[in-house]
């Protein structure tokens, strides 16, 4: 690592490490880990949660999505990964994840979305978090059954314009306005991952690699199963998220 450039004089590595420590040390930034499968609702409940608790709404989909967009050579890379419903490689995936997390705009913390996939995304996760003695506070398994989750996506619509993103559901959560965004009046659409050939995939993909990750967390006890289904009402899940972390803060 390079020296860091503060008040126009430059802090060594070990001065930047003891500010960082106590900074930290009195500022503990909060990290919150939603896993489920896709359509389960992780990128709603990220997108409640996190203004709510004053933190960042990190989507590795939705970043990856960004990349694709701006053609760059990252973009070029993972997008057919991302139209097979396939996983982009961990360590891109962790690269990325470091890269926003260190942003000083997101220094209180964030709400994972959608990251990690695999126990060796959380063992990265774990180890970078542990070199900035911060650790993961909460995760939330967001228990959905196969056919909800299918009916979830075939009617999923999706924001048009990457910096807003929010998703709509034709039935459960239409828009205002027929394919119209109702936060920032962009074009919805359905996202090329939503086909049902590519549904099936990300699904299967999912199934294989969600039980290990269980139980990692759980081990770690930092795991809260919250089951819902197509029947619950709008903020159903984020009221009871509220109420286990509410429960389970420890200062
Ligand atoms: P999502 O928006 O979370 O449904 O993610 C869309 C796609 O991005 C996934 O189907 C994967 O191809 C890729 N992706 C998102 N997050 C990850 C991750 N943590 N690890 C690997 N690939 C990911």
Redesign the pocket.
């Known amino acids: 690592m390079s020296p860091i450039k503060l008040s126009g004089r430059l802090l060594s590595r070990l001065e930047f490490a003891f500010v960082r420590y106590v900074y930290w040390h009195f500022n503990k930034p909060v990290y919150v880990i939603l896993l489920g499968g896709?359509g389960a609702g992780k990128g709603t409940l990220a997108t409640q949660l996190a203004p709510k608790l004053g933190l960042a709404h990190i989507?590795?989909?939705?970043l990856?999505r960004r990349e694709i967009s701006r053609h760059s050579a990252l973009g070029k890379k993972i997008e057919p990964?991302?139209k097979s419903?396939?996983?982009?490689p961990d360590e891109i995936?962790i690269a990325v994840v470091a890269r926003e997390l260190a942003r000083f705009a997101n220094r209180r913390g964030a709400v994972l979305d959608?990251?990690?996939?695999t126990v060796n995304?959380a063992l990265l996760l774990e180890r970078l978090l542990d070199s900035w003695s911060q650790e993961v506070c909460f995760v939330f398994f967001l228990d959905v059954e196969t056919g909800d989750l299918i009916v979830r996506l075939a009617g999923r619509r999706t924001c048009s314009n990457k910096a807003c993103g929010l998703t709509y559901h034709m039935d459960f959560n239409p828009p205002k306005k027929n394919g119209v965004c109702d936060k920032c009046g962009s074009a919805l659409y359905q996202r090329e991952?939503d086909r049902e050939d590519v549904v099936l995939a990300?699904i299967e993909n999912f199934n294989g690699t969600n039980e290990p990750m269980l139980r990692f967390y759980k081990q770690r006890g930092r795991l809260f199963t919250i089951k819902s289904s197509n029947r619950d009402g709008k903020d159903s899940v984020l009221t009871r998220v509220l109420a286990v972390m509410f429960r389970n803060w420890q200062a």
């Open positions: 896709p989507s590795t989909g939705n990856f990964i991302l419903g396939g996983l982009v995936t959608g990251f990690p996939r995304q991952d990300r």
